[in-house]
């Protein structure tokens, strides 16, 4: 199961993979807010809810979770600029019901959060804003994906930003624009465009930043961590901890494109 994409396709059957190997958990007091999580409902593949609560309640003290964007849940009509209102409008309603649910009697409710899908480039963004606050007081964040593969790797979760999104004056206005809100900004990039990144938050100083997954440095191919590629991604890590307005979420390093090879594990 090298390929990421095969991987991504048998996620159907991740309980039975699950349970082919257990790990001690380490520090299970440890109160947790998870900061980036998914639901997703699609053929064969899905993780709704209900997986979700069995996950956090598995011996982890998982107390509070923030939803992040993943195309999932879309207004099937409508601008297009809009359809991501689906995704905040489904995972709002689990939020409104949680109360009732509870988090397998534990006395704790789940996900707390949202970061949601605008395109920061748009004219109204404003507009837009106010409408994914109007449906969601627990809107936290938006993230508008600067991912760009330059290359041919069979990528288990391809990105498609367009290239040189960073750079682009409509999407830095849009940032900062975030930024007078209150509202974090998610980046989603390969570590190949760290240097871009940085220019970028240049132009940013005073709207939060939360990098995922660690930068993404990637270990596939013929990006497996030879020569200096681990050296150059700790590097452009130490450049970008000197803006105080970033945080990095410490997460992803599973994900098949990393290149450990967690999912060959058994």
Sequence with gaps: MENGRIWISELAARDRWLS????EIIWPELPIVDPHHHLWKRQNNSYQIADLISDICSGHNVEKTVYVECGAFYRDSGPDYLRSLGEVEYVQSIIDTQEDDDVAGSGRFCISGI???IDLRLPNLNAIVRDHFAKSINLKGIRHSAAFAEDSLPYSIPGHGPYGLYLDADYQSGARKLGELNLVLDCWHYFSQSAEFIKFLKEVPNT???????????GIGSSRYKGRLFEDWKLAI?????????FVKLGGVAMVD???????RA
Excluded: A, D, Q, T
């Design 20 to 23: 082919l190997r257990k790990e």
């Design 208 to 218: 939060k930043i939360v990098l995922n997954h660690l930068g993404m440095p990637v």
């Design 115 to 117: 970061v949601s899908k």
């Design 258 to 264: 990393m290149g450990w090879g967690f999912h060959n």
């Design 238 to 246: 130490e450049k970008i901890s000197r803006f105080s307005n970033v």
